[in-house]
């Protein structure tokens, strides 16, 4: 259901370490009906590369397990979809006007909770 990480998913460096122990919670939108055996818990427990300086949890989970009863996925959503084209059109637009004065402007994007990466994707597609 789960790996835990040792490396950074980032960096790939050793060390990561501990930050905060949330302890073991249910996946979020996993919702049961009363007589349904409990959810397996999965580890929250916030680490920092001690290279790179990426924050991130310690557990990575199976996509199916995540997604799978997941209520809201991104690219699902036509609304969603939508705004990711125009939001990545003026990102886009404000890097260009950026490069017309002279300021270097890096072509690297994190997305924060990027959920099934629809934003993340429309970028790689923008170039």
């Known amino acids: ?5 040792t490396d950074c998913r980032i960096c ?3 060390g990561l370490a501990h930050v905060l122990d949330l ?3 249910p996946l979020a939108n996993h919702l049961r009906y009363p007589n349904d055996p409990p959810p397996e818990p999965i580890p929250l427990d916030l680490k ?3 290279s790179c300086g990426t924050a ?3 557990a990575t989970v199976c996509p199916d397990e995540l997604f799978g009863s997941y209520l ?3 690219g699902t959503s036509v609304a969603a979809r ?3 084209d125009t939001f990545v059109e003026r ?3 404000v890097l260009s006007e950026l490069n017309g004065v002279g300021a270097e402007t890096p072509r690297f994007v994190v997305e924060v909770a990027s959920n099934d990466g629809t934003f993340l994707r429309r970028f790689l597609e923008s170039g």
């Open 48 to 50: 920092l590369c001690t």
């Open 12 to 14: 790939c460096a050793t």
């Open 82 to 84: 939508h705004y990711s």
């Open 91 to 93: 990102v886009d637009r």
């Open 56 to 58: 991130q949890i310690s």
């Open 23 to 25: 302890g073991a919670q």
């Open 72 to 74: 809201w996925v991104t």
């Open 1 to 5: 259901m789960y790996d835990l990480v």
